[in-house]
């Protein structure tokens, strides 16, 4: 249910329209929006009577919301979410560009990666300290050693510095350090991590799994925002089909469908999404063309000597002819970088 509030409602009707929703032990979410508040209200089992709420003063209507998703829903809230991550809007009319190691492995490289891609117009520096690995035996990350080296480059760039918290048990350390959280494909339907982390007052940055539908990426989104955090964006990062000449499927069609289904901003990874380097430009280049409001890309100095996804990790030259070719495709829609 949505309670939609008429645009000259007050504060006070508004925190008495959210006591009666608790009163019926349910809770509310307010939203604001351009022109109006809007309380969207779960934790009902079945549907809600809207003449519940449609005398109360204040309120101009209220709408049954009829996708299971409803916080993220389009429905909900028809204005795109920009997330301020410390001054730098993600979502809007601007495509954000994060980009950097896949593993944080020196002082050095990620140095090295940070001025790189900061020179090239990457507003966000990627970099993960803890590594969810295939084998056990492969580099794990380098835990708050990475986190440090992390935010020593942000420091001398400026660049805002999204990583992954893999454990709910990391997530104080994490925060210390990240301006986005990032959750990792494998992640994606772990409720516990997801419910911890709603609860948390960082961006976050949420990566599709690897097998997860388009309704079950904005469930698992929902566990976010129904805790309290709003401020989530969506990322897409190929999924697992049959082919096998490529690392995932790359699914674009997810982005238009995400876009007019949920307000939330929508990110592409072509990195993971295609895993071969000679690829990663073409389908960078189509993710902006598609819609997305932002790009994660593999950048290693040497991606021959990379500890983790080398094979799939552009050189700092690469990214550079990259973003020369985002800036056109962005143009032509009529979006900055
Ligand atoms: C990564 O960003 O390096 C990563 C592990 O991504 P994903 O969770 O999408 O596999
Ligand atoms: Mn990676």
């Not at 895993?275 to 593999?298: F, K, Q, S, T, Y």
Request: some cysteine; aromatic content about 4%; glycine content about 10%.
């Amino acid at each position: 249910m949505l309670v939609v509030m008429k645009p000259q409602a007050t504060p006070a009707q508004i925190a008495a329209v959210e006591e009666k929703i608790r009163s019926l032990g349910l809770s509310p979410h307010a939203i604001p929006g351009a022109q109006r508040v809007a309380i969207g209200i779960t934790g009902n089992k079945g549907a809600l009577d809207p003449a519940m709420f449609e005398g109360l003063p204040g309120v101009a209507d209220a709408i049954r919301v009829s996708q299971p998703w409803k916080l993220v829903s389009r429905e909900v809230k028809e204005e795109d979410t920009v997330i301020d991550v410390g001054g730098v809007p993600l979502g809007g009319p601007a495509i954000r560009v994060m980009a950097g190691p896949c593993s944080v492995e020196s002082r050095e490289q990620i140095l090295e990666t940070a001025r790189a891609v900061k020179e090239s117009g990457a507003t966000f520096l990627r970099g993960g300290a803890y590594k969810p690995r295939t084998s056990p035996y492969e580099f794990q990350g380098l835990g708050e050693e990475g986190l440090k080296l992390l935010a020593l480059a942000r420091e001398q760039t400026g660049l805002k510095v999204v990583t992954e918290v893999m454990d709910v048990e990391d997530l104080p350390l994490v925060s210390e350090y990240a301006d986005v959280l990032q959750i990792g494909a494998r992640n994606m339907q772990n409720f516990s991590l997801l419910r911890r982390v709603g609860k948390s007052e960082k961006p976050i940055l949420l990566k599709r799994g690897p097998s997860a539908t388009i309704r079950e990426f904005l469930m698992a989104a929902e566990y976010l925002l129904s805790q309290g955090n709003y401020r989530v964006a969506l990322c897409e990062r190929g999924i697992r089909t049959f082919e096998t000449m490529t690392r995932n499927t790359l699914d674009l069609n997810a982005v238009p469908v995400l876009k007019a289904l949920t307000h939330l901003p929508v990110v592409v990874d072509p990195s993971h999404g295609i895993g071969l380097r000679r690829h990663v430009p073409a389908m960078a280049r189509a993710a902006v063309a598609a819609g997305a409001d932002g790009l994660i890309v593999e950048v290693h100095p040497v991606p021959e000597k990379a500890l983790s996804d080398g094979q799939q990790s552009l050189t700092p030259g690469e990214f550079a002819e990259l973003m020369t070719q985002v800036r056109v495709i962005a143009g032509a829609i009529g979006r900055p970088v």
